[in-house]
Nanobody, 123 residues
Framework: QVQLVESGGGLVQAGGSLRLSCATSGLTFNNWAIGWFRQAPGKEREFIGTASWSGGGTYYENSLKDRFTISKDNSLKTVYLDLSSLEPEDTAVYYC????????????????WGQGTQVTVSS
């Protein structure tokens, strides 16, 4: 059974940082890419970036790549999303998801999703 569990969200002041974690289980790692998305109230789900397990590469939404960084720990089967210079507009539920397609930004290409973790940025 595939499971993805996000953690690390919370309340942070503008300009602050957070590290989100996505712990995975049930995946054959080398065959999957892990993506991060976010969804603010009343808005569509937005792609942040994705990391391929086998190739080690990452791919980001251009507007976010200067502040958000994806990394992974193969031994822990965990993917991280480091958020920096946070702004109130970054307030959203952040999700990780697994796809067999590398470097895709389309939510429909991710069959497995975590439950999400709330990030709230105060001004």
């Amino acid at each position: 059974q595939v499971q993805l569990v996000e953690s690390g969200g919370g309340l942070v002041q503008a300009g602050g940082s957070l590290r989100l974690s996505c712990a995975t289980s049930g995946l054959t790692f080398n065959n999957w890419a892990i993506g991060w998305f976010r969804q603010a109230p009343g808005k569509e789900r937005e792609f942040i970036g994705t990391a391929s397990w086998s190739g080690g590469g990452t791919y980001y939404e251009n507007s976010l790549k200067d502040r958000f960084t994806i990394s992974k720990d193969n031994s822990l089967k965990t993917v991280y999303l480091d958020l920096s210079s946070l702004e109130p507009e970054d307030t959203a539920v952040y999700y990780c998801a697994a796809s067999s397609s590398a470097y895709t930004a389309r939510p429909s290409r991710y069959p497995y999703w975590g439950q999400g973790t709330q990030v709230t940025v105060s001004s």
